[in-house]
């Protein structure tokens, strides 16, 4: 099915007021169902069941990482902006769930010049994990950021390790950690995150898959942070989070129009983008707005 006309035709407004009853905004966090596959990577959901053979392990560290690049495609050129680079991650974390054994949880740290934070996760009770740790200044997703290096750990390890942060983990039902750095010549501007309920849940697979996903993410970042600092990237990812609210608005509408998914709606959010030379959220923001106000003539008119 063709992509619908790009939004600047406006033509939207009256057809979204008839479905603004049945819109629901998607959280940020959302995990994505239906990415994008390259046609080339066979799909099928025993890959994600560990091999017996190294030749077999390397064929299915090749295959994520054929799907994690995928991802990165779909965005391509688009990466023009903060929202853009925000949307990426949040694709590629949902990637990682899907493609990687055993992982129930997943997130990215941002931490860069005393800025810490989650930029994106797969829900909120990553958010809870993520922020003890930040609190505590302690954590398997800090250590791998500021080794910097690959941290697996167990509940046995985190008592022993980060004894303050350990009984958090438990409370959520984490029992195993895999963190990673995501790196871009020679800074580093954080870690991937991934959660699992099951003991010992990640080996060195895991870990060929994982550093397949922070590549991909590393070389994303690195190519939107070259003409600016890494501080500034950082700021850029936290604006685009307290932003991010009209997109995923604007997103809904155009799947409830549509018939869509969410990335064919972000696909049109972001050609008009393109097309404006504004940013993605302003275009969002615009659109929605635009929206609420035919609705409210609707039902005004009816009175």
């Known amino acids: 099915m063709p992509l619908p006309s790009p939004i600047e035709t406006w033509s939207l407004r009256l057809r979204a007021a008839a479905v603004c009853h049945r819109y629901r905004p998607h959280p940020r966090t959302t995990v994505w169902s239906n990415l994008w596959v390259n046609d080339s990577v066979p799909h099928d959901d025993t890959t994600t069941q560990h091999p017996g053979t190294l030749a077999d392990a390397d064929d299915l560290t090749r295959t994520a990482a054929a799907r994690f690049g995928a991802v990165v495609a ?47 996760s797969t829900d909120e009770s990553t958010l809870v994990i993520d922020t003890e740790q930040y609190d505590l200044e302690s954590g398997p997703s800090l250590t791998a950021a500021r080794t910097p290096g690959t941290v697996v750990a167990d509940c046995d390890v985190l008592d022993q390790r980060w004894p303050d942060f350990g009984p958090t983990a438990r409370a959520a039902g984490v029992h195993s950690i895999l963190a ?124």
């Open 74 to 120: 779909t965005i391509g050129d688009s990466i023009r902006d903060d929202d853009h680079l925000l949307e990426l991650l949040d694709r590629l974390i949902a990637a990682a769930c899907e493609n990687i054994r055993d992982v129930d949880h997943a997130s990215v740290t941002i931490d860069i010049d005393a800025r810490t934070f989650t930029a994106c």
């Open 180 to 303: 990673e750095p995501i790196t871009s010549t020679d800074t580093t501007f954080g870690t991937v995150n991934l959660y699992s309920r099951t003991a010992r849940a990640f080996d060195d697979i895991d870990r060929s898959l994982l550093t397949a996903l922070t590549t991909a993410i590393g070389a994303a970042v690195g190519d939107f942070a070259r003409y600016s600092t890494a501080r500034d990237t950082a700021d850029g990812l936290r604006t685009a989070m307290d932003n991010r609210a009209p997109i995923e608005q604007a997103k809904g509408i155009l799947m409830a129009l549509h018939r869509i998914g969410p990335d064919q709606a972000f696909t049109i959010l972001s050609t008009q983008s393109q097309h404006a030379n504004r940013r993605l959220r302003e275009i969002a923001a615009e659109f929605v707005a635009d929206v609420s106000f035919a609705a409210a003539s609707m039902t005004d008119s009816r009175r």
